[in-house]
């Protein structure tokens, strides 16, 4: 397992996470990494949102997902559900490997980005940009469909 994971102090997603400037420089032509299927699962009342999508990587090395930011929500982080027993907790994710030619889902019941406060109305039916960077250098920003409730996928 290359995924490292640190438990989190308090169910309300608080902790302070160092999300850096996006100012890596635009990598080449040849984006290694590619996002599919990204979406929001939106919820009432200012409550946390989760992003899910799929990453692929299409050069033949492993490439870490590092950070994620947004300029729609003035925290964006990567964590996991993990059961623990009869109780589900969340943990931080410090990276996520995208291994050669292959992919990797953030999805519910996994991995999620979690969205707390936004910095303007967002309501399903809206798209908010993501901005994920990688370790080889390469910063993506991909548009995440927010979608209601119900949605699962
Ligand atoms: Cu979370």
Redesign the pocket.
């Known amino acids: 397992m290359t995924i490292k994971l640190k438990p989190i102090a308090s169910l309300a997603?608080a902790l302070a996470l160092s999300l850096g400037a996006a100012s890596a420089a635009q990598a080449a032509d040849a984006h290694a990494i590619s996002i599919k299927d990204a979406w929001v699962r939106w919820l009432p009342n200012n409550l946390p949102a989760a992003g899910y999508a799929t990453l692929v990587n299409a050069s033949d090395k492993p490439i870490d997902l590092v950070d994620v930011s947004s300029d729609d929500y003035g925290d964006a982080m990567l964590?996991q559900t993990v059961s623990n027993g009869s109780t589900q907790k969340?943990v931080m994710v410090d990276k996520l490997t995208v291994p050669a030619h292959g992919q990797v889902a953030i999805a519910p019941g996994g991995y999620?980005v979690?969205l707390e406060d936004a910095k303007h109305k967002v309501a399903p039916g809206d798209t908010v940009r993501l901005t994920l960077k990688f370790s080889d250098g390469e910063t993506v920003s991909a548009p995440f469909a927010v979608k209601s409730p119900g949605q699962t996928k």
Do not use: E, R
């Open positions: 997603c964590h969340m999620h979690m």
